[in-house]
């Protein structure tokens, strides 16, 4: 048990630090390599929580692709170097600062709705025996899951996919 | 066990961070990052809550996310270089003609 | 059948309307004057199958078609024959007929397409003074009163190019209008209180009334149609457009405003004769207004020098004179006296009509003269006329105008009555002047513009400008036409001479059934009435409007007729007084009319100004309207209120897309934020719950 909480905690810590240092930093390179660690704190989490096969998609398809992808976009834009003064563009402070402060009321609001919620539940945090042996199977159970009840959504999916490739070679076309 | 509630909040951290993010940069890369921090708070949320309710959809619905991130991510990269050809800034105070 | 009498003319007016301006003038004049003559043919047959049937049923009824149908409320479009409408008929088919060949002459100079039009409105006016004349209830009546409105509007400014033409026919129509309004209102009235509009059922029902003794719904509906009266037959106050109205053509004024439409009010009241009978009160205004009129018009009609003017302030002392007789209830007189007044104010119209022609427009009289000579069919047609409407003996005018003077005179009514005289010796000695003015006399001088001999005829234009004409005497088709009313106007007064001097009266006993209240049969037919039945054996001189007279007994008969022989010298006298006044002012002595003039000149301004009643209009009604029109409706009711409120609209919501666009600030971070304040809220909401 305890060992469960501190790793937890462990990884938590991880996990909000980078993000809070994605936001901040000043060079768009590190914020992605920061977001990096920021998922792989995650995964571990995900790991926790009896679900490798998240913890894997996220780590392959999150942390391999998505942010390969940005960082591709970061080196050819060259854009290593934040602008600090841009001529021409509008100061925009208004909604920073109430963003800001909105975040912080989010914050609390969430925290607040999720933990009464968890609480309304009766403590059951986490249900009982049949658990253990569904999250051993947990890739078999997904697969059935998602190509039997959840097959059109995953169609939907695909289609999506398609798509958006498509949208965005037609996007970043250069205009000839 | 690590009550439900922990990952809640944390989660709640990090939506409220990327939230920060998205007002507070003057990067669209960067932007774009904190939003990718948003849905990874919500994914936690659903893999927690998939656990506690003892069934896969949680994983599902992470799974589903994390395409739709994906897409996502790819188009908007695609617009964030079409706007770079354009403006040769990526600021995204830059990018005002549409207003009134 | 009787659906031809005014199709026929309509007819006329369809086929000069379409293809007149493709018409020789022939054709197109000859279709019109066709029709009329076709209508005077089946006008004629209708009334000699009445005249056939028994006095007491002679009534034809015919429902062309249901009209209105609402509810309980069934107004169909129905013409009756009677006896009066009979009388109305042969008046409008004969004469129209003979002003259609007359104008056939007159109007030829006027261009093709405007020949056609001039007949296409001469036929449609015929066609709706018959539906007027024929109508079996009030609406039918109405849609004819209308009509020839109009028509009287389109042919008063059927030189419309000309401002005072198209002037005067707007004021005809819209002072005709403020009649037709008071029309209505008694049409309304008539229908809340006796539930029908036709004329018979009306009649039935207020016979069954007694007369009332002070003023009810009955002397209201009837003033209100009085109103209506006072505006088509020109009485005070609504007479202002009859003089104007002698812009148009001389046959219109001729057909129109002298010898049909005007008439229109006279045999309204003789139509609705019961109703009137029983509102005391109201016939007192009728004969009061008649009078008033008559008076007025015969002095204005003394001192003007425009040759139609004084024509046509005699139509309206003449009307007033028809009104006079409504007024004391001898309703057959006031329709016999229409009858001979058709005759001769056509023929003075037309005969005025010959003289302007031969004179090229010329119509002011001071610039006549002499010309007994030159035109002599068209002098001695004219004197004939004269010396009918002055009521000489055994002329057509005295045999009516006495009667009217008679059954004032007996009926109580003295005051009337002589006013009445006193306006008769005005007719004899305006009428006279004019004579002796235009015909008699030597020809002015030629620098006062009377046209030389031999210069060329006038073109087109008002009447004929002024310009240069030749003297000829009426062409044949004017011609006839005068002879042919010059019989009229010394004959057709002999249906109506009195018992007194050995005639029978006819036209009183066949007028007599229109005017009784019919008998208890419903619709349809004329049943018999006691009035009628009454009417056959007592004398001649009896009236059978319920003026309140009833029959004397043999002992007063001797009396009455010593008054009435009396009565008839007296009036003789005075037409003759009237005649011999005139020889001495205006053929012996002119210089003596001047010298009166000046001496009375403050006299002479004020009658040869129309009592200003022209300008008291103007001023009290017509000003005020204007300027209530420009200050209050159009500047604030139309520009402030109406245009405001719509441009109002518009510019307020131009204000509000001003200060709402500002919510597109274009910036993206602006947009996100609203959508996480709308995420906030809402969860708020839910950890509220």
Redesign the interface.
């Known amino acids: ?1 305890g060992t ?2 501190l790793l ?1 905690y462990a990884f ?1 810590a991880i ?2 630090a980078a ?2 240092l ?2 901040l ?1 000043r060079n ?1 390179m590190h ?2 390599l920061l ?1 990096i660690v ?2 792989c704190a ?1 995964a571990g ?2 790991i ?4 490798p ?2 913890a894997v ?2 780590i392959i ?2 942390a391999g ?2 942010m390969v ?2 960082l591709f ?2 080196m ?2 060259n ?1 290593h170097r ?3 003064v ?1 001529v ?5 402070r208004g ?2 600062r ?3 402060v ?3 009321v ?2 609390a609001e ?2 607040w709705a ?2 009464r919620a ?2 309304t ?1 009766g403590g ?5 025996a ?2 253990d042996p ?1 999250a051993l199977q ?1 890739v078999r ?2 697969g059935n ?2 190509f039997t009840e ?1 097959s059109l ?1 995953f169609e939907v ?1 695909s289609i ?2 398609i ?3 498509i ?6 076309k ?1 205009e000839s | ?27 669209v ?2 932007v ?3 939003i ?2 948003m849905l ?1 708070a919500v ?3 659903f ?2 809550f ?5 069934s ?5 619905i ?3 996310v ?10 908007g ?6 706007l ?2 354009h403006r040769e ?12 | 059948m009787l659906l031809l009498i005014p199709v026929l003319p309509f007819l006329g007016f369809l086929i000069n309307l379409t293809l007149g301006r493709r018409l020789a003038k022939t054709v197109s004049g000859g279709v019109a004057c066709l029709a009329m003559f076709g209508a005077f043919v089946v006008s004629a047959a209708s009334v000699w199958s009445l005249v056939q049937m028994p006095p007491a049923e002679r009534g034809v009824f015919l429902e062309v078609a249901p009209w209105i149908e609402s509810g309980t409320l069934s107004l169909p479009f129905a013409l009756r024959l009677d006896p009066l409408g009979s009388l109305m008929i042969l008046v409008v088919t004969g004469i129209g007929f003979l002003i259609h060949v007359y104008s056939t002459a007159y109007m030829r100079e006027e261009r093709d397409s405007e020949y056609a039009r001039y007949f296409s409105y001469l036929n449609l006016f015929a066609a709706f003074m018959l539906v007027l004349v024929l109508g079996a209830s009030f609406p039918v009546m109405f849609v004819g009163w209308e009509g020839v409105g109009l028509c009287s509007y389109l042919l008063i400014g059927f030189w419309f190019t000309k401002t005072s033409a198209s002037d005067a026919g707007k004021k005809a129509f819209i002072v005709n209008r403020i009649g037709d309004f008071g029309f209505l209102l008694g049409m309304f009235v008539v229908w809340t209180q006796f539930g029908s509009l036709d004329f018979q059922d009306v009649a039935r029902l207020a016979g069954q009334l007694p007369p009332e003794a002070t003023f009810g719904t009955i002397s209201l509906a009837t003033l209100l149609l009085f109103v209506g009266a006072t505006g088509k037959s020109a009485q005070i106050p609504l007479h202002v457009w009859l003089p104007d109205a002698m812009e148009g053509p001389t046959p219109v004024s001729a057909l129109i405003h002298a010898a049909t439409m005007v008439t229109a009010g006279v045999y309204m009241i003789g139509r609705n004769a019961v109703l009137f009978g029983h509102a005391p009160e109201t016939l007192a205004v009728v004969a009061a207004i008649g009078v008033a009129t008559a008076l007025m018009a015969g002095t204005i009609g003394l001192v003007q020098n425009d040759i139609k003017r004084v024509l046509a302030y005699s139509t309206v002392s003449q009307l007033g004179l028809m009104f006079v007789a409504m007024g004391v209830g001898a309703f057959a007189a006031g329709i016999f006296h229409l009858y001979t007044h058709a005759f001769f104010k056509a023929l003075l119209f037309l005969g005025s009509g010959a003289v302007i022609h031969a004179l090229a427009g010329e119509q002011d009289i001071r610039r006549m003269g002499g010309l007994r000579k030159e035109l002599p069919i068209t002098y001695w047609t004219f004197l004939t006329g004269a010396l009918a409407i002055s009521g000489v003996p055994f002329l057509s005018g005295f045999f009516s105008k006495d009667e009217i003077l008679w059954k004032s005179f007996s009926g109580g009514h003295t005051f009337v009555w002589g006013v009445a005289v006193v306006a008769s010796l005005l007719t004899a000695i305006y009428m006279f002047r004019l004579v002796f003015l235009t015909f008699h006399g030597e020809p002015p001088s030629a620098g006062s513009g009377v046209p030389a001999a031999g210069a060329s005829h006038a073109v087109a234009g008002n009447d004929h400008d002024s310009g240069g004409g030749h003297l000829h005497d009426a062409p044949p088709a004017m011609a006839i036409v005068l002879v042919l009313l010059a019989i009229g106007s010394v004959f057709a007064g002999y249906i109506g001479v009195p018992a007194v001097i050995g005639g029978s009266n006819r036209i009183e006993h066949f007028l007599a059934p229109s005017f009784a209240a019919p008998g208890l049969e419903p619709g349809g037919e004329e049943g018999a009435s006691p009035a009628e039945a009454r009417g056959e054996m007592s004398h001649a001189s009896e009236p059978k409007g319920e003026g309140g007279h009833t029959a004397t007994g043999p002992a007063n008969e001797e009396g009455d007729h010593d008054t009435e022989l009396l009565l008839m010298a007296f009036s003789s006298g005075i037409a003759l007084a009237g005649i011999g006044i005139a020889v001495f002012f205006f053929l012996r002595r002119r210089d003596a009319a001047a010298r009166t003039a000046a001496r009375f000149a403050g006299l002479h301004r004020l009658l040869l100004n129309k009592y200003y009643v022209d300008e008291v209009y103007d001023a009290a009604i017509v000003q005020p309207i204007k300027r209530t029109s420009d200050r209050a409706l159009w500047r604030v009711v139309d520009a402030g209120l109406i245009d405001g409120s719509v441009n109002g609209a518009g510019s307020l919501v131009n204000g509000a897309s001003a200060i709402l ?2 919510l ?6 602006a947009y ?2 609203s959508v ?1 304040v709308g995420v906030v809220l809402i969860l708020g909401y839910y950890v509220w719950r």
């Open positions: 048990m469960e909480l937890f938590g996990a909000a993000s809070l994605v936001v930093q768009p914020s992605v977001l920021s998922f995650l989490l995900y926790g929580l009896e679900a096969f998240a998609v996220q398809i999150y692709a998505i992808l940005f976009v970061v050819l834009l854009a934040e602008d600090e841009d021409g563009a509008r100061p925009v909604p920073l109430a963003g800001a909105l975040a912080v989010l914050v969430l925290a999720l933990v968890a609480g539940r059951a945090l986490f249900a009982g049949g658990a569904a947990s159970t997904l899951v998602l959840y959504a999916t999506l996919i798509v958006a490739m949208g965005a070679v037609v996007l970043a250069r | 066990m690590v009550p439900l509630g922990h990952y809640l909040i944390l989660s709640a951290i990090l939506f409220g961070t990327g939230t920060i993010g998205v007002f507070l940069r003057r990067n890369i960067t774009l990052l904190s990718e921090v990874n994914n936690l949320a893999i927690a998939g656990r506690t309710m003892g896969v959809d949680g994983q599902v992470m799974f589903f994390v395409t739709v991130a994906a897409a996502e991510a790819a188009v990269l695609a617009l964030v270089i079409a770079f050809r800034s990526l600021n995204p105070d830059m990018f005002t003609s549409l207003k009134w | 666009r500002r597109q600030t274009g910036s993206m971070r996100a934020l996480f």
